[in-house]
């Protein structure tokens, strides 16, 4: 919306707040919402299985905004299946929750603890804060030389890079390392050298972490939910 040129001449008064969801933003982008649209902006987290979970609030800064997906809802307990303090996967339970898969009782009871948690799939920590940060998904994590790399944490890195306009991360097979990572490039107008970003990635992120190849695409694909399809890309 904000690069429609006609974006200027419509009346956006009656808009009261904007969410975001689904996947991650950077605060430049939320400042630039929050400005152009001349509203509150909330980030939230949810699932068709859980119904929303957490949010932010109106008044959060726009890092808060960015970098987590705030606090739980009332009702709502969250869970991360880790020592305190560590990553995990994010574990929710909610009375908004669904009470199980349609005729699937083994998915079901793989999805739903004996505690009534729901395991989304999705690996984060709850801060001193009390935010929730997500950093990515269980099943897109792939193991370069012994090390677990989450994709998400790559691509918000990347994302940061003013050159670069999207980004996705996946992990190959290597008869070496058993997997490494690529990391797939839609530039701007002027694409930056992979020396460049290899330079920015190692001021930013542990080595192994940095992608070991790079490729620049015109696009990517998207799934029906406008999310990049990573499957296709692999």
């Known amino acids: 919306m904000l690069m429609e040129p006609s974006f200027g001449s419509h009346d956006l008064s009656s808009l009261r707040l904007l969410t975001l969801g689904g996947a991650p933003a950077t ?10 649209f001349r509203v509150p902006v909330a980030v939230r987290f949810s699932s068709t299985e859980i119904g929303l ?13 960015a970098t987590t997906v705030g606090r739980p809802l009332p009702e709502v307990d969250v869970r991360i299946a880790a020592a305190s303090g560590e990553t995990g996967e994010i574990l929710v339970r909610s009375p908004a929750m669904m009470t199980g898969y349609w005729r699937d009782a083994v998915a079901t009871a793989a999805s739903i603890d004996a505690d009534g948690f729901f395991h989304t799939g999705d690996v984060g920590w709850l801060g001193s804060d009390g935010n929730l940060r997500i950093t990515g998904r269980a099943k897109d994590m792939y193991i370069r030389g012994g090390y677990n790399v989450y994709p998400a ?9 003013p050159s670069v306009a999207l980004v996705a991360v ?4 290597d008869a070496v390392m058993g997997e490494r990572g690529k990391a797939f490039i ?4 002027d694409a ?23 490729e620049f695409r015109s696009e990517l694909p998207l799934t029906a939910m406008f999310k990049i399809d990573k499957e296709a890309l692999k």
């Open 186 to 189: 839609v530039p701007r107008s």
């Open 27 to 36: 605060p430049d982008l939320v400042r630039q919402i929050r400005e152009s």
């Open 53 to 65: 979970a957490t949010g932010t609030v109106p008044g959060d800064s726009d890092e808060v905004v």
């Open 170 to 173: 996946v992990g190959v097979s």
């Open 192 to 214: 930056p050298s992979i020396d460049e970003l290899r330079e920015f990635l190692a001021e930013r992120i542990a080595d192994y972490k940095i992608p070991d190849e790079f």
């Open 153 to 161: 944490e790559v691509e918000a890195v990347l994302r940061e890079h």
